[in-house]
């Protein structure tokens, strides 16, 4: 009974302070928190300005070492345990506050009040932050996170489910061969479809099963429907959340190539750059096209996912022209390895 | 021979090509144990409607969500046949038209269909009654693509893109495109709630296609004269009713 408990039990850690999400949240509380000081401390509210602008002199080079000395030091402190962790992080930023006082003290005009009262700012401040990420860990903790993935996990249509397997058995006294092979990218689909989806697989699979999706819509289509793959310089290792790209491409499908008589072209381009892993779907799109919104839905579960995963490292944008609709999403280039 | 013996003439139309196979290959087993013929198939609710206007068949097995015109539209136009065909629906999945083909006792096959299913539709589907307008209209989630016109035994398809203006007279409405006029039997009424977005309201009997508008003019009679609209495509001018001129600093802002 207790191991369960503790497996469910969420395990404090430091934040990441790799991650550009971390590092924006520390900065923007930062000097949220100095500024609500600085109309605390201006006696009139056109001192503010001036007020603002002597704590920025002292906080911005405390704030910026700091992040940088975490940095450096964030593969070390993850290894730590947490409690060891946190005192560390403690100990560097009262050190990073006295070497900017010490040295920088020479070069500032203005006043600068004791070192001693800066400590005390600084261990409430660091602790504050601390217990901030702490909290929202525990947010998004494995256990919740994980009822929530669930509830999101991407949905194939019933639409596509009923008519696929209708065009699978148009061929069996036709083609048993091809429908046999119909019936296997199925079988693949669904397996993924169904299974535990919490964990990143490598983009490689991913488009394996983008493959397995469109071969089935081919044989529904036939040559309505045509595909143009740019995928030369794609990172097949990066590690991506399972069922990213192929809910868009049932997307495109749905709304781009069924509602049309003539043939279509859906685009699929992936590459990697900057160390940053694109995805750029595209399918042409008319505006007077009906089921908004299912198309939605996707698209959220889809963002949701992606922040749950990367947090502010992740995008998705949409572009919407007159007769094309583009899908890009951005994730940071992150393998097994790394 | 009796009437009834005669093979039942049945349209596959569906825009999925093994979908109509698989219709094809489902009717040619029912044809062991009743007569059946296809003598028609059609990848959307537009070439159907041609195809019909040619050679007249008994049953009509229809894919709800087809590109151009769809198949509840479809079914809509059929109405406007002298005979209309006996209409079957079919569709993989779709909650809503389901329900409402329930409501209002319309047949349907869900797809995969089996054999015995379509068996036992097409053997009633000689005496079923048709769908009748109202439901159909209930079902028709989004604009007509077309509107139709019955005449001297053809129905002619109109696109809603090409018609310049509507105007109600007495019992029909009168539908203007570029060519030529058609008489159709709607209300002007329900056709400006199913075309609002397109057409605007000038005149108590008249809608005009707010793109054929080309501008307004302002008209001398005995009175203090009054406003009609110059279209772009045709040469009559329209007249704007007091209530309605409103409308006039909408669209020229």
């Known amino acids: 009974m207790a191991s369960i408990v503790n497996q469910n039990a969420y395990a404090s850690a430091l934040p990441n302070f790799r991650n550009l999400g971390i590092v924006l949240r520390i900065l923007v509380i930062v000097n949220l928190v100095a500024g609500a000081a600085a109309v605390l401390k201006s006696a009139?509210?056109?001192?503010?300005?001036?007020?603002?602008?002597?704590?920025?002199i002292v906080i911005q080079p405390?704030?910026?070492?700091?992040?940088?000395?975490?940095?450096?030091?964030?593969g070390a402190l993850q290894r730590l345990p947490y409690f060891l962790g946190a005192a560390v992080v403690i100990m560097v930023e009262l050190a990073v506050v006295t070497v900017v006082l010490?040295?920088?003290?020479?070069l500032l005009d203005a006043e600068v009040a004791p070192i001693e009262r800066y400590w005390v700012l600084t261990v409430a401040m660091t602790l504050a932050l601390l217990g901030y990420f702490d909290l929202r860990g525990r947010a998004l903790s494995p256990a919740l996170a994980e009822a929530r993935l669930q509830a999101l996990q991407a949905r194939i249509r019933p639409h596509f489910l009923f008519n696929s397997i209708n065009a699978v058995l148009s061929l069996v006294r036709e083609d048993p061969r091809r429908a046999e092979r119909a019936l296997e990218d199925m079988a693949d689909l669904f397996r993924v479809l169904m299974a535990d989806n919490r964990e990143l697989t490598p983009l490689?699979?991913?488009?394996?099963?983008?493959?397995?999706?469109?071969?089935?819509?081919?044989?529904?289509?036939?040559?309505?429907?045509?595909?143009?793959?740019?995928?030369?310089k794609m990172p097949g290792d990066a590690l991506i959340p399972p069922l990213v790209l192929q809910p868009l491409l049932e997307n495109a499908v749905y709304h781009g190539i069924e509602p049309r008589t003539e043939p279509g072209v859906i685009s699929i381009n992936i590459y990697l750059a900057r160390e940053q892993v694109h995805a750029v779907l595209k399918n042409p799109y008319r505006h007077d096209g009906d089921h908004h919104g299912g198309n939605k839905m996707a698209l959220g579960n889809i963002r949701e996912r992606l922040a749950l995963h990367f947090d502010a490292e992740a995008s998705l944008t949409i572009k919407m022209g007159d007769s094309a609709y583009q899908v890009h999403i951005v994730i940071p280039y992150v393998t097994a390895k790394s | 021979m009796t009437a009834d013996a005669a093979p039942l003439a049945v349209m596959i139309v569906d825009d999925e090509a093994p979908a109509r196979r698989r219709l094809r290959e489902l009717i040619a087993d029912c044809a062991a144990e009743m007569p059946l013929t296809v003598t028609g198939e059609a990848?959307?609710?537009?070439?159907?409607?041609?195809?019909?206007?040619e050679q007249s068949v008994d049953v009509v097995l229809l894919d709800i969500r087809m590109p151009d015109m769809d198949g509840i539209e479809l079914a809509r136009h059929l109405g406007n046949f002298e005979r209309p065909p006996a209409v079957i629906f079919t569709t993989a999945y779709d909650v809503y038209a389901i329900r409402a083909f329930e409501v209002h006792a319309i047949d349907y096959l869900l797809k995969p269909i089996r054999a015995t299913r379509l068996r036992e539709a097409l053997a009633r589907a000689r005496a079923a009654a048709r769908p009748n307008a109202e439901?159909?209209?209930a079902l028709q989630a989004k604009a007509r693509a077309y509107l139709s016109a019955p005449e001297r035994g053809r129905v002619h398809l109109i696109p809603i893109a090409e018609v310049i203006y509507l105007k109600a007279e007495l019992k029909y409405v009168t539908?203007?495109?570029?060519?030529?006029?058609?008489?159709?039997?709607?209300?002007?009424a329900r056709l400006e709630t199913e075309f609002g977005e397109r057409f605007i309201r000038v005149h108590r009997n008249c809608l005009v296609a707010k793109a054929s508008i080309r501008t307004f003019e302002r008209e001398?009679?005995?009175?203090?004269?009054?406003?009609?609209?110059?279209?772009?495509?045709?040469?009559e001018r329209i007249a704007v009713s007091r209530r309605q001129q409103h409308v006039i600093r909408e669209l020229t802002g």
């Open chain 1, 204 to 232: 490689a699979r991913e488009v394996e099963l983008c493959r397995e999706y469109l071969n089935l819509e081919q044989l529904r289509l036939g040559e309505r429907l045509k595909i143009d793959w740019h995928i030369e």
């Open chain 2, 220 to 235: 001398a009679d005995e009175g203090e004269g009054h406003w009609v609209v110059l279209l772009n495509a045709c040469d």
């Open chain 2, 43 to 53: 990848a959307n609710g537009r070439a159907a409607l041609e195809f019909l206007a």
């Open chain 1, 44 to 56: 009139s509210l056109g001192d503010t300005w001036r007020e603002l602008l002597e704590v920025s």
């Open chain 2, 135 to 137: 439901a159909l209209e």
């Open chain 1, 102 to 106: 010490v040295f920088g003290r020479p």
């Open chain 2, 175 to 188: 539908v203007r495109t570029a060519e030529r006029e058609y008489l159709i039997e709607e209300s002007l």
């Open chain 1, 62 to 74: 405390i704030l910026i070492l700091s992040l940088l000395v975490l940095m450096a030091a964030s």
